[in-house]
């Protein structure tokens, strides 16, 4: 990420106040196009089959950045939160950026529901093997999975941006259901418990919304584990 090779301050603040001014160079619209605009050829949001030919290369250049799209909102939340909120407020954008939030759940998470296939007979120089097709949409919705955390988190006054949305019930019936990877895989609880918490923390609709199919008893298990050091991610 950003936080990892830009070391002065003040050229951290100089990005911001770039990002700032252009309400984040247009990301959200670009997101947009990837997965709402239907004059888009949104075939590659449909993974291969095991008789299927591997995601082309054009198709695995959409994924890359999509993700990478993803990922710089993450970046701006980690360096300036308030920023991220204030603009993903706006109205002209809240409405659209939610609607692609809940897009990528339902595509992307019931496509890593379905599963891709372990290995492929069908492997061409100029495609993309599923199992590398596999780990290119697990990145889209690892992002977002992220993102939505931080966007979960109060502001000053005590208002969450996603409990705020109209289809926040819908994005969070979506998250309590991703495949059972996100649930038992060290690395991937790690991505998805944390947004689970802020996302239902002092608001009973979305924790009631929750409990339909993930346990509390989860959540409050995975704070108690970080809370005596005991937490952390990997495989």
């Known amino acids: 990420g950003v936080t990892t090779w830009i070391k002065d301050p003040a050229v951290v603040?100089?990005?911001l106040s770039s990002l700032d001014e252009c309400r984040l160079v247009g990301i959200v619209p670009l997101l947009s196009a990837f997965f709402l605009d239907a004059k888009i050829d949104r075939s590659w949001l449909q993974p291969p089959s095991a008789s299927d030919s591997p995601l082309s290369s054009n198709n695995e250049q959409t994924v890359t950045c999509a993700a990478s799209a993803l990922r710089v909102l993450t970046n701006v939340a980690v360096l300036d939160l308030s920023l991220l909120h204030r603009t993903l407020s706006a109205v002209e954008i809240q409405a659209e950026f939610s609607h692609v939030a809940l897009q990528v759940l339902e595509s992307v998470g019931c496509a890593l529901r379905k599963g891709y296939p372990v290995h492929s007979t069908s492997l061409h120089s100029s495609g993309l093997h599923p199992d590398k097709a596999y780990a290119l949409f697990s990145g889209i919705l690892d992002e977002l999975i992220l993102l939505l955390g931080h966007l979960a988190v109060t502001d000053a006054s005590?208002?969450?941006?996603f409990a705020g949305?109209?289809?926040?019930?819908?994005?969070?019936?979506q998250l309590s259901s991703l495949p059972l990877s996100y649930f038992t895989s060290p690395r991937l609880r790690e991505v998805l418990l944390p947004t689970l918490i802020v996302a239902t923390y002092k608001n009973k609709q979305l924790l009631t919304v929750m409990?339909?199919?993930v346990s509390a008893s989860l959540l409050a298990n995975f704070v108690r584990q970080h809370i005596k050091g005991g937490?952390?991610?990997?495989?």
Do not use: C, I, Y
């Open 231 to 235: 937490g952390g991610g990997g495989e």
């Open 211 to 213: 409990k339909r199919d």
């Open 165 to 173: 949305w109209r289809n926040g019930v819908m994005m969070l019936e």
């Open 13 to 15: 603040q100089n990005m």
């Open 158 to 161: 005590g208002q969450s941006l």
